[in-house]
């Protein structure tokens, strides 16, 4: 979690992990940009993982780091587009979509690098 | 945070407060049930709220005391299922609403009290 915090380009403030039994855990990083959150069901071979940032950081390349360390073999990504407004909709789904690792690689990094608003990221990372 | 996290019926594990200069904060409240956060920006009356909960959490509490707290006059609030699928989407959203505090109650957290599947709710709070 740590790794990944640092290769989306976030400053790490604190982190907080709480296993669970038998198996499983909850992980927190706080970063100046805000924060990354991983929840993990080993037994099922699901985790969740959340990635709201601010400013220049690269949820992207957090989810790369996570997913081959979870050895995740498919994960779904939702983007969502949180910010101020005091009219309209302050959050949006930006996209919804899904990776087979075993498939095809996980280019969608250069597709977002760009991306400067405030987001979040939520993501369920699966393997058999 | 931790009244909030209290109010959902969760049990706190661990919470992190980061404050900010000139203004703003940071907290991460990780419970057995999963994890609360928020970020504000108080000189833009904006405060971002995510509450990952399974179980029997009940998360519209924490919004109220929540809401309360930051004495919102709007807030708006997604809410998105998150499970473990193999086959289909793990993640769908449920429901997205605006609330305004001025002119009718929250009256959301009865209609949402039976929801006993693993689930988060992002929340934008607003005020002037």
């Known amino acids: 979690m740590n790794q990944a915090a640092k290769a989306a380009r976030t400053n790490i403030v604190a982190s907080v992990f709480q296993p669970f039994e038998p198996q499983g855990v909850t992980g927190v990083v706080v970063v100046e ?26 949820p992207e390349m957090a ?16 983007f969502v587009d949180r910010g101020i407004s005091h009219t309209g909709p302050s959050m949006r789904m930006r996209s919804h979509s899904t990776e087979h690792y075993g498939e095809r690689a996980y280019e969608r990094a250069s597709e977002h690098a760009d991306l400067r608003v405030s987001g979040e990221t939520l993501m369920a990372a699966h393997r058999s």
Chains 1, 2 share one sequence.
């Open 33 to 58: 940009e805000s924060h990354l959150s991983i929840h993990t069901w080993p037994e099922c071979g699901y985790a969740a993982v959340d990635f709201f940032t601010c400013g220049e950081a690269i």
């Open 63 to 78: 989810h790369r780091v996570l997913s081959e360390g979870l050895r995740a073999e498919r994960a779904e990504v939702i």
